[in-house]
């Protein structure tokens, strides 16, 4: 009689869905610090966003591709409009869905001061309104503010 044993086990990953100057910099430091295998922004000089993105649209897992990484610490991209897609913000509820036993962070800043570095850094909230307009209808700063709260409360 032969007995095999199957050992089953739960790939664990730390996923952020914050948005961007909310710290990510920071947990990626202490990430990496600690040992992970950690990305931020880019995986091997491709951006995170679109290989989400193309995951996505080729109708596979959304984190396909991610099996050696322990923590996302920023997903999304906007650098043109064809480079340019936010996973936390329209994904977030697949990439839980799909990856239920990692541990997910909504790393938060205040609103006014993340519009303030929104626009310090390389205009970031421009280019959102202009390579991804779909996401937010209202293009004010009212507007941003209103959005990033909301987003806030969606995701909690």
């Known amino acids: 009689m032969k007995i095999i ?3 089953y086990w ?3 990953m730390i996923i952020l869905i914050g948005l961007p100057k909310s710290g990510t910099s920071s947990f990626q430091k202490l990430f990496t610090d600690l040992g992970y295998t950690s990305y931020h922004w880019k995986k091997n000089n491709k951006y995170i966003g679109m290989m989400i993105y193309n995951n996505k649209v080729n109708k596979q897992p959304l984190l396909n591709g991610f099996l050696d990484t322990d923590v996302i610490t920023q997903m999304d991209v906007c ?3 064809k480079c340019s897609y936010w996973p936390q913000i329209v994904d977030y509820k697949q990439i ?3 990856n239920p036993n990692s541990i997910f962070i909504l790393n938060k800043r205040n609103s006014k001061n993340l519009l303030n570095s929104f626009k310090k850094w390389g205009k970031l909230d421009q280019r959102l309104y ?3 307009p779909e996401l937010i209808s209202d293009k004010t700063d009212k507007g941003l503010i209103k959005f990033i709260n909301r987003f806030y409360t969606d995701v909690e």
């Open 96 to 98: 839980h869905k799909e």
């Open 10 to 12: 739960f790939y664990i």
């Open 79 to 81: 650098l043109s409009k």
């Open 130 to 132: 202009n390579n991804s």
């Open 5 to 7: 044993f199957f050992i």
